[in-house]
């Protein structure tokens, strides 16, 4: 099993950014792929963006292009996203899933583990 807690968010103006981070606890010895996924109010969950277990491929969806960006420290077994630009669109519960499974599906029912999410709110 394994645990992920987010953390990092808040509110914040748009235009702003927020750094959110996803630790991962247990069994972390696996090459987890990481991704964020978002859920805004009366919304379903969405992919937001991935990384696999080296860092040497990302994935993401095209609201988060140019804008997000994906990191992961594996010493630390953490992930990050970094939120630049921040729209009002942005609005929503952001979820920290790890998958094993390969190759990296950008779905919910490709992840095996999930966190409790991290409200991020953008404010006009």
């Known amino acids: 099993q394994v645990q992920l807690v987010e953390s990092g968010g808040g509110l914040v103006q748009a235009g702003g950014s927020l750094r959110l981070s996803c630790a991962a606890s247990?069994?972390?010895?696996?090459?987890?792929?990481m991704a964020w996924f978002r859920q805004a109010p009366g919304k379903e969950r969405e992919f937001v963006m991935g990384?696999?277990?080296?860092?040497?491929?990302?994935y993401y969806a095209v609201s988060a292009r140019g804008r997000f960006t994906i990191s992961r420290d594996n010493a630390k077994n953490t992930v990050y996203l970094q939120m630049n630009s921040l729209k009002l669109e942005d609005t929503a519960v952001y979820y920290c899933?790890?998958?094993?499974?390969?190759?990296?599906?950008?779905?919910?029912?490709?992840?095996?583990?999930w966190g409790k999410g991290t409200l991020v709110t953008v404010s006009s």
């Open positions: 899933a790890a998958t094993l499974r390969s190759p990296f599906r950008a779905t919910s029912d490709a992840m095996d583990y």
């Open positions: 247990g069994r972390t010895s696996g090459n987890y792929a």
């Open positions: 990384i696999n277990w080296s860092g040497s491929s990302t």
